[in-house]
């Protein structure tokens, strides 16, 4: 007889538990559809993301490979100082079975430039929208500190790099 893992209601505790366990295994996201995204720094540690962030607009983002839960992503968003002092407000990016999701949000995305291009549109758990990066000449997305992350200048992951409505990351 097997048990349905979902006749459980889990608390607070075990539901983190269980999410914890979720950022081990990405194998659903293919390396090369992040790579070609503008906002996707891998081994940028979270004190220059801070350093970037802090000299964008807000909506602002960046997301980096999360080293607090290995196997997830973290989404670090410059936000309204009466959201967050600092300005900055970091979120951790879940795998699922189905994709990826904000921890906190129950809704998925079968893609993490889905989810991003989601939130471009709508805020959802976040306080601001978020804004793509515009990629003109030399930007907060050409400097040494990303270049050295592994960051890309190009955006090649089909977003509109000309919209007026957009920050740099």
């Not at 007889?1 to 996201?29: G, Q, V, Y």
């Not at 079975?97 to 991003?116: I, Q, Y």
């Not at 990066?133 to 790099?161: E, F, L, M, V, Y």
Request: net charge neutral; hydrophobic share 30%; charged share 25%.
């Amino acid at each position: 007889h097997r048990r349905n893992i979902f006749e459980h209601t889990p608390t607070a505790k075990s539901k983190d538990r269980f999410e914890s366990l979720m950022c081990l295994d990405r194998s659903h996201i293919r390396d090369e559809d992040l790579r070609s995204a503008s906002w996707y720094h891998a081994g940028l540690p979270r004190e220059i993301a801070l350093e970037i962030l802090n000299e964008e607009e807000v909506g602002a983002f960046i997301v980096r490979d999360s080293t607090s839960h290995p196997g997830c992503y973290a989404l670090s968003v410059r936000v309204p100082k009466y959201d967050n002092s600092t300005g900055i407000s970091h979120y951790l990016v879940l795998r699922t079975h189905r994709g990826v999701k904000l921890k906190g949000l129950d809704k998925e995305w079968s893609t993490l430039p889905a989810l991003v291009t989601h939130h471009t549109l709508m805020r959802e758990l976040l306080p601001c929208t978020l804004r793509l990066p515009k990629i003109k000449g030399q930007d907060a997305a050409s400097s040494s500190h990303i270049r050295g992350a592994g960051g890309s200048t190009s955006n090649d992951d089909g977003t509109n790099a000309d919209s007026s409505n957009c920050g740099h990351s």
